[in-house]
């Protein structure tokens, strides 16, 4: 059974960074490709970045490209995002995901279990 629990949400100001954790367990974490995703109030669900299988591939939604990465420890069952130069729009709740192939590019039919979310809230 596959089991995902994010942490490392909380609250901060804008341009701070913070470092988003998701812990895996139940499969064979290193065979599956990883991504996050997050949820606005009132907004659908949107794709923000994955990682591959190996970790040497990464894709990010363009609202986050060169202020999110998303890598994995596979020795630790481990999936990372860290955000820096972090803005009001990027409050949200954020969902960590697994996919049953090596790497998504962020479809999100892909992704087969989720976690339960943490709360991220950027504040001026």
């Known amino acids: 059974q596959v089991h995902l629990v994010e942490s490392g949400g909380g609250s901060v100001q804008a341009g701070g960074s913070l470092r988003l954790s998701c812990e895996a367990s139940?499969?064979?974490?290193?065979?599956?490709?990883m991504g996050w995703f997050r949820q606005a109030p009132g907004k659908r669900r949107e794709f923000v970045a994955s990682?591959?299988?190996?970790?040497?591939?990464?894709d990010y939604a363009d609202s986050v490209t060169g202020r999110f990465t998303a890598s994995r420890d596979n020795a630790k069952n481990m999936v990372y995002l860290q955000m820096d130069n972090l803005k009001l729009e990027d409050t949200a709740v954020y969902y960590c995901?697994?996919?049953?192939?090596?790497?998504?590019?962020?479809?999100?039919?892909?992704?087969?279990?989720w976690g339960q979310g943490t709360q991220v809230t950027v504040s001026s």
């Open positions: 139940g499969f064979i974490f290193s065979s599956y490709g």
């Open positions: 990682v591959s299988w190996n970790g040497d591939y990464a």
């Open positions: 995901a697994a996919a049953e192939v090596p790497h998504s590019r962020g479809v999100e039919v892909d992704f087969t279990s």
